[in-house]
Each structure stands twice: as C-alpha cells, then as structure tokens.
C-alpha cells in the first residue's frame, strides 16, 4: 500500500491522514482559488495538518464579504451584538478540551497553562461582550457651546478591519484583537499566525455557530508577506491591526495604509501580554466619534 502525501502510521500500522483545512470566508468554509496548501506541525515537528494557502483573491473575496455585512452588523443593536458575542464564548466553553490540545500542540508547554489561556480567552469574549451597550456612553459626550444648539457626540464603528493575528498568542492574542472590532460594531478580515493557524481555524467553527452573521468574520491562512499588502492597500478596508505583521513589513503596510486613510494599529515592539487585564483601547482604535449639531428651537 502506498500512503497518502502527508499521511503517518499509527501504533496499529493503519495510515493516519492528516486534515486539510479551509478557510472562513462570507459564513462558509472554501478552499483557496488557488489550491494550494501548506503542512502544519506542531512544536516537536510532527505534522498535525494542511491548511490552505490564501492567495490576493481570497483576500478580495473576504474583503467583499466583510464589507457586505457591515450595514447589518453595525445597524444591529449593541445589545444584540452583546448576545452574539456571549455565545461565542458559550460555544468555546463547550470546544474547551479541543482548544487546549491545539494550543499545547501550536505553543508548546504545559496543559495547564494551556487551559489558563483558553478560559482567559472565553473570559474576554464575555468581557467585550458586556461593553457593547456601554462605550457609547464612555467615549460619547454632550458638549457645551455657545449659542441656541444641542451638540453631542458618539462612537461610530469604521467599518472593515484587516488584522494580522499575533504570532506567538495563537488563540488568546486572536481573540483580544478580534472581540474589540465586533463589539464596536466593525466587520474583519483576520490573517491568522501562518505558523500555528489551526486554533484560529476552529475559532471560525466556532463563530459559525454562534450566531455571527455570515461576512462578519472572515479568517485567511496562509502567508502574512503574501496578503498583508493586498489588505493594507484595498480601497474597501477602513482600518489594519498589524500586531502580528512581519517586523520588516511592517512600515511598508503602514505606508500603504495611508494612501487609503486607514485607521492603523501599529505593531508594537514586542507582542503584548495578553494574559494582562483588558481596556477599552482598542474599543477606541475602531471608533469614529460622530459629532451632531442641532438647533434649539423657541
């Protein structure tokens, strides 16, 4: 018998295949237009599965998913998106033996630190879930002007959000840039950790049912150099988090931010503690405050 490209034997001699993942695109689960994948392995070399390898037009493709959902998402109430954000977490908490086994076998150690992760990680989802009906009120205001009028302002979300996931936090740093972004109200085209995506891949099963409306959520595997400037330059994204963008990168995607007028995220020197208590920054980094004038009338 010849085995499969990518398959292994098991202690009983059988031939074990290894799983090729797709991506998350528009609430449905494609193959790349390109079809091609990579090999996954996990921190001891052994390979876990195949992932596909996005290529620009994927990119395109989640760009325009996300942006078709962005009228829903944001024009639902904050309560509702509260509710939908809760059973993410509830969903998660149900998948939590399954999340602790890809994050040991993506990161390596122990799986107690591993499930400390995972409950901070259902813990935040909970935590921005509960912010969705407040912010307007943190980061609205009513201000004092001269003359006959009412002037107020208030948070508006910025639409479609390209993020680079974390490199080294496969699920916990995924989650602390992707909750903040639904919470406001903006819709995402994540690029997950090329080398240790399969954490983000079952997080797109997981906000498949969870009530998320398809193009909400929109997760690419595949290599960070390859679609990182197609989101930074795509006329439809409003903001990049680059987080997890390639160090050399980096400044080239902020430059091509800027020819757009993207709001961006910068990377950070080193990749943040995400294991430290939250706040509501990146709740502003995706808002726009709206201010209104209106007239006093006698």
Wanted: proline residues 7%; hydrophobic residues 45%.
């Amino acid at each position: 018998m010849i085995p499969l490209a990518g398959a292994g034997s098991t202690s009983d001699g059988r031939f074990t295949v290894a799983k090729t993942y797709k991506l998350y695109v528009g609430g449905a689960f494609p193959r790349s237009e390109s079809g091609r994948s990579y090999p996954v392995h996990d921190t001891k070399g052994r390979l876990l599965a195949h992932a596909a390898l996005a290529s620009r037009k994927d990119v395109r493709d989640a760009v325009s998913a996300a942006a078709g959902a962005v009228r829903g998402w944001s024009g639902a109430t904050a309560y509702n998106r509260g509710q939908v954000l809760y059973r993410v977490a509830e969903m998660l908490q149900g998948r939590r033996d399954q999340f602790i086994d890809e994050v040991v076998a993506a990161e390596g150690g122990q799986r107690r630190r591993a499930a400390a992760l995972i409950d901070t990680a259902i813990d935040r989802w909970v935590w921005y879930a509960g912010w969705t009906d407040k912010i307007a009120a943190v980061l609205g205001s009513v201000n004092p002007v001269a003359g006959p009028f009412v002037n107020w302002s208030a948070p508006e979300p910025t639409g479609v959000v390209g993020v680079l996931a974390p490199r080294a936090s496969s699920l916990l740093g995924l989650v602390c840039a992707l909750a903040p972004v639904l919470a406001i109200g903006c819709t995402a085209v994540v690029v997950a950790a090329p080398d240790r995506p399969l954490p983000a891949i079952s997080l797109g099963e997981v906000l498949a049912t969870s009530d998320v409306p398809p193009g909400v959520v929109n997760i690419l595997t595949g290599r960070a150099e390859e679609l990182a400037p197609w989101l930074a330059s795509h006329a439809d994204v409003n903001g990049l988090d680059l987080t997890g963008a390639p160090e050399d990168l980096a400044a080239d995607l902020e430059r091509a931010a800027a020819a757009t007028v993207k709001r961006v995220l910068a990377r950070p020197a080193t990749e943040p503690d995400f294991t430290r208590a939250p706040d509501v920054s990146r709740l502003r980094a995706w808002s726009e405050i709206k201010t209104v004038w209106h007239p006093v009338g006698r």
